[in-house]
């Protein structure tokens, strides 16, 4: 319906369930509607390849995966221009982005955007995780979901959070053998969660975690309350050592799969100027938003695991519901073709049931996000935990002194394996609350770009200017 219809009433960045909800509501009300994603087929994070996977025994994966084949479907059938492989690099509060696709970047504007780009794994920064052969559970979940592929040789996961089992649970059903699963999660987390037992105990998520546990508990061994968890070998990993009740231990491993939890991906969303806060809940910054999702910048509403972790269910709601929240800015005549706010907003109070028991039992240790000495806090710039501290010892007060005076969180990611740990350790160091810390200042293009794609941009001036903004 409404191919190449820049200025559009709507554009969408992440085809994640936050935004096919939104594209499906939005493309659904007859509005001009663009939904991005960097990945070749639309799905997110947890419908990963969902229309495209060689993975055809449904078990697999599990029936939450394949959910996502009808909400694919729903925003296809909408009208909504769904563009893949198309990267966002840029936004700025006049609501125009700079998107690349096919090798060749535009300018696109929207009366209204949606900010869609969901979850990224938080940083596992402990002795060794540079090492090859170590590799986020996350990561490999991708491989498992796109190419059907399941690590060789000796896999040992560790780590905290729920997906940490689900993944352990796809990969036995794909036939892979794991030697071991190290639960980092502190026995001190499951004090602090009993308060919202209650709430958990009739959420979707108590029987499927528990189903779960005990289906990975009959056949991997699993460890409890690990520390001092270090991945170990010259030039690969060749074992991992950690501590548990029964004192120090070492697996011999050649695959270790690190996982410790999700956070929202900031980059594109700060680097637009959008204002953020510290969640203690989840040791992790958001947006600062109002009822509806609005953003500080007019204009702009943010949906999903971009607004906090929620997970796929809450996600697709509060799409929807940022959805209808455009179609009342732009066409209020036609909200009419849109479902009834009041269901959308308690299908994300059922799906938000029992999150606050996750966010205290599965919250990281301390020891596993604030390393020391040797250990590499930026892997892009190969910045080290003694070398940060030593840089707080002679004035860098926040992250953005500490990448002046050592290039940490400048190199292709942006910050996002480091940003996080950053803060905290500069916040350990200084004894003053992550939240008077702050974050980088994230600037465009939050993506790489070639030159010769920003050169060759249509009013390169204005691209530059993109690039360059103060
Ligand atoms: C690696 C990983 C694996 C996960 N697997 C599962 C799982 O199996 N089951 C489960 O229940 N939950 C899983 N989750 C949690 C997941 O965050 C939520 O379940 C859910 O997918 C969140 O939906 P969302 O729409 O907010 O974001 P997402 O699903 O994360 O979708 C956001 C999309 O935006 C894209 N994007 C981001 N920035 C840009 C940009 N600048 N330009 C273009 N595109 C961009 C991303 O590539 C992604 O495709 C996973 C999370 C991660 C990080």
């Not at 009366?111 to 780009?117: E, H, N, P, Y």
């Not at 929202?264 to 203690?280: C, D, S, T």
């Not at 949906?303 to 796929?312: K, P």
Request: hydrophobic letters at 50%; glycine letters at 12%.
């Amino acid at each position: 319906m409404s191919a190449g219809a820049n200025p559009y009433d709507v554009a969408i960045v992440g085809a994640g369930p936050a935004g096919l909800g939104a594209a499906a509501i939005t493309a659904g009300a007859g509005l001009t509607t663009l939904l991005l994603d960097e990945n070749p087929t639309p799905g997110g994070q947890i419908y990963r390849a969902v229309t495209t996977t060689p993975l055809k025994e449904r078990s697999i994966l599990g029936g939450d995966y394949w959910a996502g084949a009808a909400l694919v479907a729903e925003a296809q059938a909408s009208g909504a221009e769904i563009v893949g492989g198309a990267t966002v690099w840029s936004l700025d509060a006049s609501r125009e982005l700079a998107a690349s696709w096919a090798g060749t970047s535009r300018f696109i504007k929207a009366r209204r955007v949606i900010l869609a780009t969901g979850a990224l794994e938080r940083p596992f920064p402990i002795p060794g995780w540079t090492l090859p052969g170590v590799m986020t559970a996350g990561a490999l979940q991708t491989l498992l979901k796109s190419s059907g592929l399941v690590p060789d040789g000796r896999l040992v996961l560790a780590g905290t959070g729920p997906l940490l089992w689900l993944f352990a649970a796809q990969l036995l059903r794909a036939g892979a053998r794991i030697e071991a699963l190290l639960d980092t999660t502190p026995w001190a987390n499951y004090l602090r969660a009993l308060p919202h037992v209650p709430a958990f105990a009739i959420s979707r998520y108590a029987a499927q975690g528990l189903a779960l546990r005990r289906e990975v508990a009959r056949q991997v061994e699993v460890v409890s309350g690990v520390t001092r968890l270090r991945a170990e070998g010259q030039g690969g990993l060749a074992s991992v050592a950690f501590a548990a009740r029964s004192g120090e231990r070492r697996l011999m491993a050649d695959v270790l799969a690190l996982h410790q939890g999700v956070v929202p991906n900031v980059n594109l969303a700060m680097a637009a100027g959008i204002a953020h806060r510290w969640q203690p809940a989840q040791l992790c910054w958001v947006p600062v938003l109002d009822a509806a999702g609005n953003t500080s910048i007019d204009g702009i509403a943010i949906a999903g695991d971009g607004t906090g972790i929620g997970g796929a269910l809450a996600a697709e709601a509060q799409g929807r519901l940022a959805g209808l929240a455009a179609v009342a800015a732009v066409a209020p005549e036609r909200l009419a073709r849109v479902p009834d706010r009041q269901l959308l907003a308690q299908a994300l109070a059922r799906a938000e049931r029992g999150r606050a028991l996750l966010d205290q039992l599965f919250a990281p240790p301390r020891w596993s996000r604030l390393p020391e000495g040797d250990t590499i806090v930026c892997r892009c710039e190969e910045v080290t935990a003694g070398q940060l501290l030593e840089a707080v010892g002679i004035g860098a007060m926040g992250p953005n002194q500490a990448k002046a005076f050592l290039r940490c969180g400048m190199g292709p990611c942006q910050g996002r394996l480091c940003g996080l740990t950053v803060t905290e350790l500069i916040s350990k160091a200084r004894g003053v609350a992550p939240a008077e810390v702050g974050y980088f200042r994230l600037r465009p293009p939050v993506k790489p770009i070639t030159l010769a794609e920003l050169a060759a941009m249509a009013h390169t001036q204005r691209a530059v200017a993109a690039v360059v903004r103060e």
